[in-house]
């Protein structure tokens, strides 16, 4: 398929078009020297650090899963990085052979609409292989692209995360690079 303007044109208007990618997420051995790593070479930071995320509702492939991750969140210009570390996993997209042990784990868009997205890039070829819902009530779907399109793209909602975003955001913006956390 050759892609020009007037097919950009056409998927905007049929709905197909979801949020912009906003996230990198990798996952990391161990969080808090991926953090320095970061800080120090990268240039980014303050980091917000969410340690042992458990979601009380998870599931993968229709099944429970069982995973308890920290994660580091930082912003660089437009994009948040986040850094996670997996402290254990059952049945999850972050098993052995589900994806890799480090590296870039997926990309994160987030939605107000995440149903309908997630419905979206179904019916484009994704398979949905995991939903949770944090204790926070952060919402989130983990989608497996079709061959053209290698690793994982995870929606995400967030409620009432405006406020929090934009802190996390502006910390970025005026970071003088001396803290390298976050804290609010």
């Not at 912009?20 to 980014?44: C, G, H, K, N």
């Not at 912003?75 to 972050?94: A, K, P, Y």
Request: aromatic share 8%.
């Amino acid at each position: 398929m050759v892609i020009t303007s007037s097919t950009v044109v056409a998927a905007r208007h049929s709905g197909t078009i979801i949020p912009p990618i906003y996230q990198l997420a990798y996952r990391v051995p161990d969080l808090d020297e991926a953090v320095a790593f970061w800080v120090s070479t990268m240039r980014v930071g303050p980091f917000k650090m969410l340690r042992h995320i458990v979601q009380p509702v998870c599931e993968f492939l229709g099944n429970p899963a069982d995973v308890d991750l920290s994660i580091a969140l930082a912003w660089r210009g437009g994009l948040q990085i986040e850094l996670m570390q997996v402290h254990r996993s059952s049945n999850s997209v972050f098993d052995a052979g589900a994806s890799p042990a480090t590296g870039l784990h997926h990309v994160g868009i987030k939605t107000n609409q995440i149903g309908d997205d997630a419905a979206r890039l179904v019916a484009a070829g994704f398979r949905q292989l995991q939903r949770g819902i944090s204790a926070s009530g952060t919402e989130t779907i983990f989608l497996e692209g079709p061959a053209q399109v290698t690793g994982l793209i995870e929606l995400i909602h967030v409620p009432n995360s405006v406020c929090q975003v934009d802190r996390l955001r502006l910390a970025a913006e005026t970071w003088n690079g001396m803290d390298p956390f976050f804290s609010e």
